[in-house]
Every structure is written in C-alpha cells, then in structure tokens.
C-alpha cells in the first residue's frame, strides 16, 4: 500500500512560478515510476509528466520547456516545478505512482493517486 500527499498549490498570476510537492510512505521501495495529472471539472484527468525509475523525463506537449518533473531514487519525493504559468494551466493536480511498465500517459497505468492540489492561474 502507498500513500501519496500533494502540496503546494495555489492562485498565482499569469507569468508566475509555483512548486508542486508529492511525499510518498509505504512500499515506496517497489515503486517503478511516478507522474503528474491534472483535471479540470467536466474533463478527463490528463496527463502532465512522469518520471521513471532509470530517471527518465515525458512531459505534455502542453508544458513542455514550461514544467520540470524531479524526484529521488526511492519516490519518497517528487516534485513538478511550473514555470511561466497559464490560465490553461488551472486545474486540479494529482500525483500517482505506478508498480508495473506501461504507458505513462493513461490513468489506468497507475495504481495509486493523491487527493490532488489546487492549481488557479488568473490573467
């Protein structure tokens, strides 16, 4: 079993910066990847980023040259570093992690998710 807490969230303006934070207990040892979600009332959830375990880095078309995804070995941390925000970007944020290869951009490839962090980017 995994827990996953995100933080950091906030109302910024167009152009500003926030940090998001995902701490993560349990079988964090067995983890074989983390990612970033976001969801938007009446849309799908959608994906963000992912890091992997050999420290690979996918990013949305979206926030590519935008978003940093960054996290230790274990999973224990995980951080999504936004830059140069967007009012597109508001959303609910979520972290997950995933046990098993597949593809990092479905939900279903993911066994466990937080609660989410706000996220409300105004112009």
């Known amino acids: 079993q995994v827990q996953l807490v995100e933080s950091g969230g906030g109302l910024v303006q167009a152009g500003d910066s926030l940090r998001l934070s995902c701490a993560a207990s349990g079988r964090t040892f067995s983890t074989y990847g983390m990612g970033w979600f976001r969801q938007v009332p009446g849309k799908e959830r959608e994906f963000v980023a992912a890091?992997?375990?050999?420290?690979?880095?996918i990013y949305a078309d979206s926030v590519k040259g935008r978003f940093t995804i960054s996290g230790d070995n274990a999973f224990n941390m995980v951080y999504l570093q936004m830059n140069n925000l967007k009012p597109e970007d508001t959303a609910v944020y979520y972290c997950?992690?995933?046990?098993?290869?597949?593809?990092?951009?479905?939900?279903?490839?993911?066994?466990?998710w937080g609660q989410g962090t706000q996220v409300t980017v105004s112009s």
């Open positions: 997950a992690a995933r046990y098993y290869d597949g593809s990092v951009y479905q939900q279903y490839a993911y066994d466990y």
């Open positions: 890091i992997t375990g050999s420290g690979g880095r």
